[in-house]
């Protein structure tokens, strides 16, 4: 690039002698500046020479600095009035996130996971005493229609990190809670494990994706079967159960109505008052 660069130099330090539509080595010097301004594209004015930022466009009424300037502290396609980036307000979850909330709204894929952990491991950075609330309405490691999309080591992590971050975490259930979402919804704090007047909550089984060999389907059953106790095992601390019962009530699918999931342990309260969780949020008392 910085040879291009002296080759525009030289060719506009000849202008005087030469024709506008002079070409050196068979390109124009306007198509020598053009290739020079996308190789500096992305490089700041700062590492340009000083000789080379001086020059000057002859074909436009940019300087050159200002050209290659532009692309390096600028983001392409963002709009700025007098130094200030004008653009869409902050997305809907960063702002819950500001104000100590974390939603989960779809299966625990990795994505989700990944998202979930990073929140948490966040709002325990912020602060170690104001609670996190956590909404639920996830079909778990599978779909509605009950098609395994994630494993539920994605659920254990999640459930790990809820017990790992010092916060407490107040859980609550809004359409459906199933399977492994029904087993982090019982991980709140407990008393602050709420559902609301018509969520859904369903205890099941894992489901096996195992493919391949007989002797690999097996360990991966063996793996399932491991899985199940975990999640049994986790239940049954949350609700004050044995995990044989959990296990037996686990055996066939179970839903639970919310009243149902407080008589069981799962959670501690329904919210049928209006506006139990409202608060002003954070952001716009910083608006005023």
């Known amino acids: 690039a910085e040879c291009l ?6 060719e506009e330090e000849c202008t005087n002698d030469r024709e506008t539509n002079s070409t050196m080595f068979g390109v124009t010097a306007a ?7 996308s190789a500096y594209a992305f490089k700041p004015a700062a590492f340009i020479p000083r000789k080379q930022q001086g020059i000057s466009n002859t074909w436009g009424s940019q300087t050159a600095n200002q050209m290659v300037a532009g692309g390096a502290e600028r983001g392409y396609g963002d709009d700025y009035y007098e130094g200030v980036r004008i653009g869409p307000p902050p997305d809907l979850p960063s702002l819950l996130l500001h104000n100590r909330i974390v939603y989960i709204g779809m299966p625990l894929v990795p994505a989700v996971t990944e998202l979930v952990i990073a929140e948490l491991l966040y709002l325990n ?13 996830s079909s ?3 779909t509605a229609t009950g098609q395994a999309v994630g494993f539920e080591t994605e659920a254990f992590a999640i459930a790990d990190v809820m017990k790992y971050v010092r916060p407490p975490v107040h859980t609550v259930a809004l359409g459906q809670a199933f399977g492994a979402a029904a087993m982090l919804l019982s991980q709140g704090k407990r008393g602050y494990r709420y559902a609301l007047p018509n969520a859904t909550i369903l205890l099941n089984q894992p489901k096996s994706q195992a493919r391949g060999q007989a002797s690999d389907i097996a360990i991966k059953a063996r793996e399932v079967i491991h ?3 975990t999640t049994c095992d986790l239940i049954a601390s949350a609700c004050g159960k044995t995990s ?3 296990m037996e009530d686990c055996s066939r699918v179970k839903y639970l109505q919310p009243q149902e999931a407080v008589e069981y342990g799962l959670i501690d309260k329904v919210i049928d008052e209006k506006g139990a969780f409202s608060a002003n949020p954070s952001f716009l008392a910083a608006l005023q």
Do not use: C, H
């Open 140 to 142: 778990g490691t599978t």
């Open 244 to 246: 044989a019962e959990v």
């Open 5 to 10: 660069l002296q080759l525009v130099v030289k």
């Open 125 to 137: 950075y912020e602060s170690t005493t104001d609670p996190i609330t956590m909404y639920i309405n």
């Open 31 to 37: 198509t020598l500046f053009l290739l020079v301004q």
């Open 227 to 229: 899985n199940r106790k």
